[in-house]
């Protein structure tokens, strides 16, 4: 493999580290030649919308990767933008990635699993039930729906309904059996390391008695005592945090998105009616008690509030024992957002390098059993923990 060829110039960088190169795609998006992308759903894998859309356009007759390694081993999400001054070209065996015609560096799309060519008993196509993510996370996305977009309260970054009119390339619903079996078949070629497990929006009644049958079938059919990996419900509450616990399930996430309450409140109408920050503070600490410090996570949609609040969430979570996932904002289409910018690619390193010594200052377990950088190509967290020693 061509180690970096050189540090990156222009208007777009900075200094030439894989985090400060992710962090700059992640805000550009990037685009790909055909003749890369020739192998695309056969040898690589590709995108199958499993839940959100995060590139800047659609591509309904195109296949693209899900996202792809930079020579170090981040993963980076492939968010298309036939406008970035990145783009990735084939030379030789090579991919290259160039940035404004200049190259930088080899990249590797990510092989695709041999369970995305193979049908479940019930005659079902495995991948339109399970994906990976990144290069060793097995995501269900148990249903496709959020009743907040009926009367038009969704979160202004969400594009659900929209990806999934666009792409219609996933089950809306599983069979509870069928997940079972293609997490059996996923972990069996032994590249997955974690689950990750969410839904749109939910009734949470029924919500937590779907994810308990979900997590059994999964047990049942790998043999798992306790399921590596994560559960990212509609804000789970009361009752309900103790019944994820006992489902098996070894780590659960709070979609808070926002810190800031009033921004929280204006972004997501919706969900801020339902669950108050509050109340997600309270849920957090009682589920740190349950699950364990280091096994609960605030995931949050950096980018939609100022440095200061984003900051003050990682301080309070991680000091109560909670982990932060924070997600590079894409304004992507169909979002109420859509053609809108990030901040720049130097405020987000320079953010996630202070949340990450936030987090290591207050000791927080890294819970990488559950979730880590290989899984999570649309976050820097991981990235600038690893650049700290912790993997
Ligand atoms: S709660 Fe918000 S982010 Fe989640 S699916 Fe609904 S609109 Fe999208």
């Known amino acids: 493999m061509l ?44 995108q ?10 659609d591509h309904v007759d195109k296949l693209l990767p899900d996202d792809f390694c930079l020579p170090d081993g981040t993963v980076v999400q492939f968010r298309m933008n036939s406008r970035s001054p990145y783009r990735v070209r084939k030379q030789g065996s090579d991919m290259l990635l160039s940035c404004n015609g200049e190259d930088i560096c080899t990249v590797n799309w990510i092989e695709r ?46 594009n659900l309904v929209s990806t999934s009119k666009t792409y219609n390339s996933v089950l809306k619903k599983k069979d509870i059996d069928d997940i ?10 032994g590249k997955v390391n974690h689950l ?10 029924k919500e937590v008695e779907l994810v308990s049958k979900v997590i059994a079938s999964i047990k049942r059919h790998t043999g798992f005592e306790r399921v590596p990996g994560t559960i990212l419900p509609s804000p789970a509450k009361g009752d309900h945090l103790k019944m994820y616990y006992e489902t098996g399930i070894q780590a659960i996430g709070f979609s808070m998105e926002i810190w800031d309450e009033k921004l929280y409140s204006a972004i997501c109408p919706g969900k801020s009616e339902q669950t108050s920050h509050r109340q997600f503070l309270q849920s957090i600490e009682v589920a740190v008690k349950l699950f364990g410090a280091g096994n609960v996570y605030g995931v949050f949609v950096m980018g939609l509030e ?12 991680s000091g109560i024992g909670a982990n932060v996932v924070p997600f590079v904002w894409s304004p992507n289409p169909g979002s109420k957002l859509e053609g809108h910018r990030a901040p720049s690619a130097a405020w987000y390193l320079d953010t996630t390098l202070e949340a990450a010594d936030i987090v290591l200052k207050n000791g927080v377990p890294p819970g990488t059993e559950n979730h880590c950088f ?15 020693g912790i993997e």
């Open 306 to 317: 100022p440095r200061e609040t984003f900051l003050q969430g990682v301080e309070v979570l």
């Open 48 to 57: 199958n919308h499993g839940l959100f859309g995060w590139d800047f356009e």
């Open 3 to 46: 180690p970096l060829l050189r540090q990156i110039k222009g208007v777009h960088t900075i200094k030439g580290s894989s985090i400060e190169l992710k962090a700059s795609i992640l805000v550009e998006g990037v685009s790909a030649d055909d003749d890369s992308l020739a192998e695309l759903g056969r040898k690589y894998k590709e």
């Open 374 to 388: 290989r899984c999570d190509g649309n976050s820097l967290l991981h990235d600038a923990l690893r650049l700290k």
């Open 113 to 158: 699993p041999g369970f995305y060519s193979q049908k479940a008993s019930s005659g079902r196509d495995m991948v339109k039930i399970g994906q990976i993510g990144g290069e060793d996370c097995l995501f269900f996305c148990y249903q496709n729906y959020c009743a907040h977009f009926a009367n038009n309260k969704e979160c202004y970054f969400c």
């Open 180 to 189: 079972g079996e293609v997490a059996k078949a996923a972990w069996s070629e």
């Open 196 to 205: 990750l497990l969410t839904g749109g929006c939910f009734n949470n009644q």
